[in-house]
């Protein structure tokens, strides 16, 4: 079975652009979860989506957002991107994850380079 | 609030010692702990996670951890190092509060292992 796949994996964009980036789940999985990984803050939870409806955020400003579609798959758009932007995005999945013993499986991520 | 530590942000072993990798954890309800694996340019990997049960919990490549509730910690063990374990290890919760699939991970250990 194929792993959770993000694109692209590395981005350079320059300050206030927007940019949207991709997360395919494992197949029949239906959670989807979105991380920021940078040196300074570290691992950080951006929110979740579940049938298309987000289920749970972070404390990130309104310039980040997400959706999901019918067949799972994700997106995450940031808009003015801002130079601390600059960070590894990691998307997890998992089946329905309504409880810890459903397992989160993650991406390799997208390396964003805010210019 | 939910919140994790981890002692050390470097840990250096030889190849055949004992690694240990330190975790606390702060938590007002029970706690759903775990450690994850992170390699260079890849995603995170669960190696093991404790939930409810057994205290000792064994995971993937010779890790186990114990939940010692009265001390707040879940520490990281392995035997015996292998040149194939050097990457950086994070201490993540999760529980009812936050949401199961909102975890909060700590700063992470990069573990070394010379010859």
């Known amino acids: 079975k194929a792993g959770v796949t993000q694109t692209p994996r590395y981005l350079i964009k320059t300050r206030g652009q927007q940019v949207t980036l991709s997360c395919s789940p494992i197949?029949?999985?239906?959670?989807v979860s979105w991380y920021q990984q940078t040196p300074g803050q570290g691992l950080q939870f951006l929110f979740e989506y579940f049938s298309e409806t987000q289920r749970n955020k972070g404390n990130f400003p309104g310039r980040f957002s997400g959706r999901q579609f019918s067949n799972s798959r994700s997106e995450m758009n940031v808009s003015t991107l801002e130079l601390g932007d600059s960070a590894l995005y990691l998307c997890a999945s998992s089946l329905e994850q309504v409880g810890p013993q459903d397992t989160q499986y993650f991406g390799p991520g997208t390396r964003l380079t805010v210019l | 609030a939910q919140s994790v530590t981890q002692l050390g942000s470097h840990v250096s072993v030889s190849e055949g010692a004992l690694v240990l990798l330190r975790c606390n954890y702060s938590s007002s309800v029970p706690p759903y702990l775990f450690w994850y694996v992170q390699y260079p340019n890849q995603g995170l990997q669960l190696l093991l996670k404790y939930t409810t049960g057994a205290t000792l919990v064994k995971g993937i490549n010779g890790f186990e951890a114990e939940f010692k509730k009265s001390e707040t910690s879940f520490h990281l063990t392995k035997p015996s190092a292998h040149m194939s374990d050097a990457a950086e290890y994070f201490c993540?919760?999760?529980?009812?509060?936050?949401?199961?699939?909102?975890?909060?991970f700590g700063a992470g250990t990069r573990l070394a292992v010379h010859p």
């Open positions: 993540a919760v999760s529980g009812p509060s936050g949401g199961y699939n909102k975890l909060i």
């Open positions: 197949s029949g999985h239906r959670s």
